[in-house]
């Protein structure tokens, strides 16, 4: 779908409230996107290489994300809903996962929400 596609479509929508005049207007193409968030997630059970390793990504990124060290019983490809959830939530575009196990140990995915 184009950008001309695209604003066609949003034309068509005639918002009745101002809560829906902003929404429209926040999907609407932009001349400059915003920056990718990310949100950096410590599984249930994760070894001390896994925290220091979210910890560096963390620091590599620093402005732009936010670490949840407490422990998260969210898998995110188990059920992915909960992770959409949370990073819709707090605004974030991008999520790490970090957990270990004995079947897979040193754990990290990548994803985007």
Do not use: W
């Amino acid at each position: 779908m184009g950008a001309d596609a695209l604003t066609q479509v949003l034309s068509k929508r005639k918002p009745k409230t101002r809560r829906g005049k902003k929404i429209l207007k926040d999907r609407e193409p932009k001349v400059t996107e915003d920056a990718k968030t990310a949100m950096i997630i410590r599984g249930t059970k994760t070894s001390n290489d896994m925290s220091i390793l979210l910890r560096e990504l963390h620091l590599i990124r620093s402005p732009l994300a936010m670490i949840y060290m407490r422990k998260h019983e969210e898998h995110p490809f188990e059920e992915s809903h909960k992770v959409e959830k949370m990073c819709t939530k707090f605004d974030h575009s991008l999520f790490v996962f970090g957990s270990s196990s004995k079947k897979r140990p040193r754990a990290h995915r990548f994803g985007r929400a």
